[in-house]
């Protein structure tokens, strides 16, 4: 438990850190709308599945929880 908490610690400290750099650019417009997320638009219905952007970041937090338990 206590490597947990100091893992979300430390991600949230990043985060704080790269906040600014984060919200300027356009970079993360790409969230959401990859190839293989599903959207369907018609009236008075509107559903959206990422399905591709939740298996990306599935990875990412993954990769990033493996390397974090190595150390």
């Not at 997320?37 to 990412?60: A, W």
Request: hydrophobic share 55%; aromatic share 10%; charged share 15%.
């Amino acid at each position: 438990m206590r490597r947990l908490l100091i893992a979300a610690g430390v991600l949230l400290l990043l985060a704080g850190l790269l906040w600014p750099w984060i919200t300027k650019g356009n970079w993360w417009r790409w969230i959401g709308h990859l190839p293989g997320d599903i959207r369907i638009k018609r009236e008075g219905f509107n559903l959206y599945v990422p399905i591709t952007t939740m298996l990306l970041i599935s990875l990412l937090v993954s990769g990033l929880l493996r390397l974090l338990r190595r150390l």
